[in-house]
């Protein structure tokens, strides 16, 4: 190829790249003759249509398809030149692809290519290039990461299968300590030593037996002396010296200390004193030798918030902390270290300070550091919610000795719950009102599709929510009024105007005239007024840019308000019922998908979440379930608690008659949901959208997608 024609060395290098790289993909139309499935004179006219030689006279085909070839890849380097993407190969080869399948699709539009066969090679062909372009799209998009807080809900069954049964933590305790070796080898351990040579130590002087007598006796009968019962106290003193290995199997949900981890969590739940108040706050250094980092490595981003601009982390192993006065100095946490009978020392570690706050019990969960050696020490077990409150800066804050370290102070809560199995509902859902759902569409949610979340859905949408609401899809309400996706879209990109008759009442009532950006403006100045309240309140960490609403949530919010929340939690609910290959092909289907519109929305009712009052945040909401609840909904699960998990965005009213116009004939159920403040472990208050809705008057509230009611009575 004339290099001249493309422009320049480098230029002529990529466009060498791209011939390259799409040589190296298959071609369902590069089959033999005798296994192809399309006739040949098929074959020719789709060659045509694609672009591909019809002779086999390769010096003829050059010559009639040189000028093309070339003015086509010219045409794609010059706008890589001139946009200057990161992947300039990637994009001339879209480029390239884009002119392909505008053939390809003028070929079907025209009927030229009608042969159910051929129409079969070009979806194959087409599904090929989908399933590689979402590939790159998701190797070139930032993940943005959501922590998953609601893991803590979680049972060590979800984790690592049900309990053993005939195992116990001693038939695990060879494998812990070789592991524990290869993590921190002791001074008697030889790194280099083999895993068979390694066992052999293990069984020859760290026996059950023995590592007990030689080393952790003494802190066994520390335990009992404290009110430990006596096989909560022997599985404690020993276990937690093998939190490493324990940590990294529940981290990767592999059961091979299952027996081990459900007899430490067990343990510790035992040792707690409930009857006695809370501990004062404990504190752990966060990087360096015994740090939390080297227990979990998670507590490295415990600043960093996620894509909800939470701050925190779940553990996966046993958390320490004391607050011993011996332990603080002006230069930080000091390290308690001993060499047998020698006196021991304390190392300053150069590194911030977590403290951590403790507080009794509730409904949610235990929130108290459990004391373990002395009335100074205490512990955490696994899976505990560590939510980062406020960070105090280097000298001004006081250690339990007097001091003021010259280190930041992160002051975390933490939530966890009692070591217990899980049990799991199915079912399914109906076209269903705003304010009303079916009652198959509430009931069979469980505890584990809450837990689940939908991190999955949101974190790398393969189009644009502007790309979803543009596609061709129509639908119709409970009262039979069809709707279309493009005018949902255009109405609430241009300006509100009001419109009475629709079947939630007069749409746009008072906001004539008023285009997005006035909405996101009139939002993000209340959202100001409200923040430094709610940050107070709640100890929100956020940086202020993430709590206004930007112009995607704010359309987001509208288009949910007004008739498109059907398609949008059709397609959740949808999601919700599948597992695997299929739940990610839902949610990557460029004709189905709402991942955007959804996280868009996720977003923006936690802004507005955040900022509720007080007095908002107790108010009673309602809700309309249309049909009668099965009776085995209110069967406790294992945890003691009637719940249910709606799998779509939940909308309520602070209006108890705005759900009963929702309810059709015969019996129906009225929910009075009770909402409380913000927790560690998530929100229990929906967002009040009223000033963005289309139907100010539902005085509507947004729940979070997956809401977890629990049942609490019932009123016949």
């Given at each position: 190829?004339?290099?001249r024609?493309?422009?320049?060395?480098?230029a002529?290098a990529?466009?060498?790249?791209?011939?390259?790289?799409?040589?190296d993909l298959?071609?369902?139309?590069?089959?033999?003759?005798?296994?192809s499935?399309?006739?040949?004179?098929?074959?020719?006219?789709?060659?045509?249509?694609?672009g591909r030689?019809?002779?086999?006279?390769v010096?003829?085909?050059?010559?009639?398809?040189?000028?093309?070839?070339?003015?086509?890849?010219?045409?794609?380097i010059?706008?890589?030149?001139?946009?200057?993407?990161?992947?300039?190969v990637?994009?001339?080869?879209l480029r390239?692809?884009?002119?392909?399948?505008?053939?390809?699709l003028?070929?079907?539009?025209?009927?030229?290519?009608?042969?159910?066969?051929?129409?079969?090679?070009?979806?194959?062909?087409?599904?090929?290039?989908?399933?590689?372009?979402?590939?790159?799209?998701?190797?070139?998009?930032?993940?943005?990461?959501?922590k998953?807080?609601?893991r803590?809900?979680?049972?060590?069954?979800?984790?690592?299968?049900?309990?053993?049964?005939?195992?116990t933590?001693?038939?695990?305790?060879?494998?812990?300590?070789?592991?524990?070796?290869r993590?921190?080898?002791?001074?008697?351990?030889?790194?280099s030593?083999?895993?068979?040579?390694?066992?052999?130590?293990?069984?020859?002087?760290?026996?059950?037996?023995?590592?007990?007598?030689?080393?952790?006796q003494?802190?066994?009968?520390?335990?009992?002396?404290?009110?430990w019962?006596?096989?909560?106290a022997?599985?404690?003193?020993?276990?937690?010296?093998?939190?490493?290995?324990?940590?990294?199997?529940?981290?990767?949900?592999?059961?091979?200390?299952?027996?081990?981890?459900y007899?430490?969590?067990?343990?510790l739940?035992?040792?707690r004193?409930t009857e006695e108040?809370?501990?004062?706050?404990?504190?752990?250094?966060?990087?360096?030798?015994m740090?939390?980092?080297?227990?979990?490595?998670?507590?490295?981003?415990?600043t960093?918030?996620?894509?909800?601009?939470?701050?925190?982390?779940?553990?996966?192993?046993?958390?320490?902390?004391?607050?011993?006065?011996?332990?603080?100095?002006?230069?930080?946490?000091?390290?308690?270290?001993?060499r047998?009978?020698?006196?021991?020392?304390?190392?300053?570690?150069?590194s911030?300070?977590?403290g951590?706050?403790?507080?009794?019990?509730?409904?949610?969960?235990a929130?108290?550091?459990?004391?373990?050696?002395?009335?100074?020490?205490?512990a955490?077990?696994?899976?505990?919610?560590?939510?980062l409150?406020?960070?105090?800066?280097?000298?001004?804050?006081?250690?339990?000795?007097?001091?003021?370290p010259?280190?930041?102070?992160?002051?975390?809560?933490?939530?966890?719950?009692?070591?217990?199995?899980?049990?799991?509902?199915?079912?399914?859902?109906?076209?269903?009102g705003?304010?009303?759902?079916?009652?198959?569409?509430?009931?069979?949610?469980?505890?584990?599709?809450?837990?689940?979340?939908?991190?999955?859905?949101?974190?790398?949408p393969?189009?644009?929510?502007?790309?979803e609401?543009?596609?061709?899809?129509?639908?119709?309400?409970?009262?039979?009024?069809?709707?279309s996706?493009?005018?949902?879209?255009?109405?609430?990109?241009?300006?509100?105007?009001?419109?009475?008759?629709?079947?939630a009442?007069?749409r746009d009532?008072?906001?004539?005239?008023?285009?997005?950006s006035?909405?996101?403006?009139?939002t993000?100045?209340?959202?100001?007024?409200?923040?430094?309240d709610?940050?107070?309140?709640?100890c929100?960490v956020?940086?202020?840019?993430?709590?206004?609403m930007?112009?995607?949530?704010?359309?987001?919010?509208?288009?949910?308000?007004?008739?498109?929340?059907?398609?949008?939690?059709?397609?959740?609910?949808?999601?919700?019922?599948?597992?695997?290959?299929?739940?990610e092909?839902?949610?990557?289907?460029?004709?189905l998908t709402?991942s955007?519109?959804?996280?868009?929305?996720?977003?923006?009712i936690?802004?507005?979440?955040?900022?509720?009052?007080?007095?908002?945040?107790?108010?009673?909401?309602?809700?309309?379930?249309?049909?009668?609840?099965?009776?085995?909904?209110w069967?406790?699960?294992?945890?003691?608690?009637?719940?249910?998990?709606d799998?779509?965005?939940m909308?309520?009213?602070?209006?108890?008659?705005?759900?009963?116009g929702?309810?059709?004939?015969?019996?129906?159920?009225?929910?009075?949901?009770?909402?409380?403040?913000?927790s560690?472990?998530?929100?229990?208050?929906?967002a009040?959208?009223?000033?963005?809705?289309?139907?100010?008057?539902?005085?509507?509230?947004?729940?979070?997608?997956?809401?977890?009611?629990?049942?609490?009575?019932?009123?016949?």
């Open positions: 190829m004339d290099e024609r493309i422009g320049t060395p480098a002529a990529a466009a060498e790249k791209v011939e390259d790289h799409n040589d298959p071609d369902p139309l590069d089959l033999p003759a005798e296994t499935p399309v006739p040949p004179h098929g074959t020719d006219k789709m060659r045509q249509f694609l030689p019809v002779s086999q006279d010096a003829a085909y050059l010559d009639a398809q040189r000028v093309p070839l070339e003015t086509s890849i010219q045409e794609a010059n706008h890589v030149l001139e946009q200057q993407p990161p992947d300039a990637q994009e001339v080869a390239l692809l884009k002119g392909r399948e505008q053939n390809v003028a070929a079907v539009k025209c009927d030229s290519i009608g042969d159910a066969e051929q129409l079969r090679v070009i979806i194959h062909h087409a599904q090929r290039i989908i399933s590689e372009s979402r590939s790159a799209l998701r190797a070139s998009l930032p993940r943005g990461t959501a998953e807080r609601s803590y809900l979680e049972t060590l069954a979800d984790c690592l299968g049900p309990k053993p049964k005939g195992k933590w001693e038939d695990e305790w060879e494998s812990l300590r070789c592991e524990s070796h993590i921190s080898p002791g001074k008697d351990v030889d790194p030593w083999s895993d068979a040579q390694l066992l052999e130590y293990v069984r020859t002087h760290n026996t059950v037996l023995a590592f007990q007598s030689r080393f952790r003494g802190s066994v009968d520390t335990l009992m002396r404290r009110e019962p006596e096989e909560a022997r599985t404690y003193a020993m276990l937690s010296v093998c939190s490493g290995p324990i940590a990294r199997a529940l981290q990767e949900r592999d059961a091979c200390y299952a027996a081990s981890t007899a430490l969590c067990q343990s739940w035992d040792g004193r108040p809370p501990p004062p706050m404990l504190y752990r250094h966060l990087q360096g030798k740090g939390l980092t080297e227990i979990d490595p998670g507590w490295s981003e415990l960093i918030p996620d894509i909800h601009g939470f701050c925190g982390l779940v553990s996966n192993g046993i958390t320490p902390g004391d607050c011993d006065p011996l332990n603080f100095g002006v230069g930080g946490y000091m390290r308690r270290f001993q047998g009978t020698d006196p021991p020392e304390y190392i300053v570690e150069n911030d300070i977590v951590f706050i403790s507080s009794a019990s509730d409904e949610l969960g929130h108290s550091a459990v004391l373990t050696y002395t009335d100074y020490t205490g955490f077990p696994p899976k505990t919610l560590f939510r409150q406020r960070i105090i800066p280097p000298g001004e804050w006081m250690a339990p000795n007097g001091v003021y010259l280190q930041r102070l992160l002051v975390v809560t933490a939530t966890y719950m009692p070591p217990r199995c899980n049990n799991t509902r199915g079912g399914g859902t109906e076209v269903n705003k304010m009303c759902a079916r009652v198959t569409t509430l009931s069979y949610g469980s505890r584990a599709d809450y837990i689940r979340g939908l991190n999955d859905v949101i974190a790398q393969v189009l644009t929510m502007e790309q609401c543009g596609r061709q899809m129509e639908w119709q309400d409970q009262k039979g009024v069809r709707y996706l493009q005018r949902e879209w255009a109405y609430v990109n241009g300006p509100a105007e009001p419109k009475e008759g629709c079947t009442g007069t009532a008072r906001n004539r005239g008023k285009l997005p006035d909405f996101q403006a009139q993000n100045a209340f959202i100001r007024e409200r923040s430094a709610a940050t107070t309140r709640h929100v956020l940086d202020p840019s993430l709590m206004e930007n112009l995607e949530e704010v359309l987001a919010i509208r288009l949910y308000s007004g008739p498109a929340y059907q398609p949008i939690n059709e397609f959740l609910r949808q999601v919700s019922r599948l597992s695997g290959a299929f739940r092909e839902l949610i990557h289907h460029p004709g709402f955007a519109t959804v996280g868009h929305l996720c977003s923006g936690r802004k507005l979440s955040a900022i509720t009052s007080e007095e908002e945040a107790t108010r009673p909401l309602f809700r309309g379930v249309r049909g009668e609840l099965p009776h085995e909904f069967h406790p699960d294992e945890q003691g608690i009637v719940c249910a998990v799998m779509a965005f909308s309520t009213s602070k209006n108890r008659s705005t759900p009963l929702y309810m059709g004939e015969g019996k129906n159920v009225l929910w009075e949901l009770e909402p409380v403040q913000e560690d472990g998530g929100l229990h208050i929906g009040d959208i009223s000033a963005l809705s289309q139907f100010e008057a539902e005085e509507e509230m947004y729940s979070h997608t997956e809401s977890n009611p629990v049942a609490r009575n019932r009123t016949m």
